[in-house]
């Protein structure tokens, strides 16, 4: 079992800058494919970034160039710095771990982030 904690979640203005970070307990992180997900109001829930536990990343189309995501296996951690915030980013951000060898997932609670314009 995975255990998933999101921090970082606050309200920025529009252009502004963030990073969420995510605290794994349990498990060997580096076993695990880990990531962001979001859900805005009235929407499904989609990917922003994954990052192996090789490191290979991948971003949904609409953050790609303004979103890093990072992972830190030593301190079973994972990272999403943002830049060039838009008010469409706005949404709960999930922290997300899939067990690349048994498939299952874990999610955290979400943390909020809100872009004004």
């Known amino acids: 079992q995975v255990q998933l904690v999101e921090s970082g979640g606050d309200l920025v203005q529009a252009g502004g800058s963030l990073r969420l970070s995510c605290a794994a307990s349990?498990?060997?992180?580096?076993?695990?494919?880990v990531g962001w997900y979001r859900q805005a109001p009235g929407k499904q829930r989609e990917m922003v970034a994954t990052?192996?536990?090789?490191?290979?990343?991948n971003y949904v189309d609409s953050v790609k160039g303004r979103f890093t995501i990072s992972r830190d296996n030593a301190k079973n951690t994972v990272s999403l710095q943002m830049h060039s915030l838009k008010p469409d980013d706005t949404a709960v951000y999930y922290c997300?771990?899939?067990?690349?060898?048994?498939?299952?997932?874990?999610w955290g609670q979400g943390t909020q982030l809100i872009v004004s314009s």
């Open positions: 997300y771990a899939r067990g690349i060898f048994s498939n299952k997932e874990y």
């Open positions: 349990r498990g060997t992180f580096n076993l695990y494919t």
């Open positions: 990052i192996s536990s090789g490191g290979s990343t």
